[in-house]
Nanobody
Framework: VQLQASGGGLVQAGDSLRLSCAAS????????MAWFRQAPGKEREFVAAISASANTDYAGSVKGRFTISRDTAKNTVYLQMNSLKPEDTAVYYC????????????????RGQGTQVTVSS
């Protein structure tokens, strides 16, 4: 089972990026999927999550700017990030769990490698 995150890059403040997390090895249509991020020198933090029934939850710092979605046919979850700010700079990780949404990454049994997002001012 593997979660492959992609789509990171270097952008300017105000730009947009879309991250993708493709799952392989099993079907995650009944799993909650989430994005976390970790900035240099900071703790890893919850960004957004989507349940199997497409309910969503967001960190206050990204609400209204980021949108999480999923394509069950492609076994993929997305994070559309708009109006990016320098403080969004971090390594972004995707994760999956067969249960309800959680804001704690260690509750997710499946975790992908990170993708770097850098936002310049």
């Amino acid at each position: 089972v593997q979660l492959q995150a992609s789509g990171g890059g270097l952008v300017q403040a105000g730009d947009s990026l879309r991250l993708s997390c493709a799952a392989s090895g099993r079907t995650f249509s009944s799993a909650a999927m989430a994005w976390f991020r970790q900035a240099p020198g900071k703790e890893r933090e919850f960004v957004a999550a989507i349940s199997a029934s497409a309910n969503t939850d967001y960190a206050g710092s990204v609400k209204g700017r980021f949108t999480i979605s999923r394509d069950t046919a492609k076994n993929t979850v997305y994070l559309q990030m708009n109006s990016l700010k320098p403080e969004d700079t971090a390594v972004y990780y995707c994760a999956a769990r067969f249960g309800v949404i959680s804001k704690i990454m260690t509750n997710y049994a499946y975790r992908g490698q990170g993708t770097q997002v850098t936002v310049s001012s």
